[in-house]
């Protein structure tokens, strides 16, 4: 059975870091997309950051160069360093796994078939 286990998360200040991780295990695939999630306070969920197992990685537009994601060699955890912190970061952060799609990886959530359980971000002013 696939596991995904995040930690790190927390409370900081605006301007402040956090570097989040997603412990991964039994993760079948070569091949992968994975990716960061986040739902804040009375908002929809929407992705973050994505990496693709040959390498590459997206951001979403609000990420503005603040964030950085990355796997360990051994494809056994996934991390999110995020650096300025704003209020509007504020959210439960949440890893995923899954196959790539014909086009690589997104932020629709359907491709992605295992979830961890999320990890609280709170961001003061």
């Known amino acids: 059975q696939v596991q995904l286990v995040e930690s790190g998360g927390g409370s900081v200040q605006s301007g402040g870091s956090l570097r989040l991780s997603c412990a991964i295990s039994r993760y079948p695939y070569s091949r992968y997309c994975m990716a960061w999630f986040r739902q804040g306070p009375g908002k929809e969920r929407e992705g973050v950051a994505n990496?693709?197992?040959?390498?590459?990685?997206r951001y979403a537009d609000f990420v503005q160069g603040r964030f950085a994601v990355s796997v360990d060699n051994a494809k056994t955890t996934l991390y999110l360093q995020m650096n300025s912190l704003k209020p509007e970061d504020t959210a439960v952060y949440s890893c995923?796994?899954?196959?790539?799609?014909?086009?690589?990886?997104?932020?629709?959530?359907?491709?992605?078939?295992?979830w961890g359980q999320g990890t609280q971000v709170t961001v003061s002013s």
């Open positions: 995923a796994a899954g196959l790539p799609t014909p086009s690589g990886c997104n932020f629709r959530v359907e491709p992605y078939h295992y």
């Open positions: 990496i693709h197992s040959a390498g590459s990685a």
